[in-house]
């Protein structure tokens, strides 16, 4: 198994969107900062619309997804009351793999780390070396492009929107 640390560089795809991730052995589920949450209707199934803050080089930036809801879970806060959060897939990289993700969704703005994967995630994909961060790289095919001329961060996309 690949030796991660307890911080770890993660895409989120489809987008290629870079960010850093806690990696919490203490956590059983996984959590992806999310605000502006919007449930809706699509071809008659329920979906959720959100943003996804994350920054670069001190820079922010947000993403705006939508993905069907899997379902709304029961989330136990430390020191905390049950909290119902909507629940999807995603694909990340990890340590150069791309791998499918049940995230709950939490406005996780105020904390340092985006996205946090816990047991269910890293369970016979890794082990945790907690006195070390940034063991591996998440390329996983991605090549840094150049910017083009003209296209303003703020054009929405069609996966989602990037600010």
């Given at each position: ?70 379902r709304i879970g029961k989330i136990k ?40 994967l816990g047991r269910r995630v890293l ?41």
């Open positions: 198994l690949p030796v991660l640390g307890w911080v770890e560089n993660v895409r989120i795809e489809p987008w290629g969107v870079k960010t850093r991730a806690r990696l919490d052995t203490g956590a059983k589920t996984a959590s992806i900062s999310a605000h502006d949450i919007e449930l809706f209707k699509k071809n008659g199934a329920q979906w959720v619309r959100f943003i996804f803050d994350f920054s670069t080089a001190g820079k922010e930036r947000s993403i705006q997804i939508e993905r069907p809801v899997i806060q430390h020191n905390g009351p049950l909290q119902e959060r909507p629940v999807i897939h995603m694909d990340i990289c990890l340590a150069d793999e791309v791998r499918t993700v049940e995230f709950n969704l939490i406005d996780r703005r105020a904390l340092n780390y985006p996205v946090l369970a016979m994909r890794a082990l945790v070396d907690s006195s070390r961060t940034s063991l591996s790289k998440a390329d996983c095919g991605h090549k840094k492009k150049k910017k083009k001329k003209g296209v303003n961060e703020n054009t929405p996309l069609d996966a989602g929107t990037v600010e």
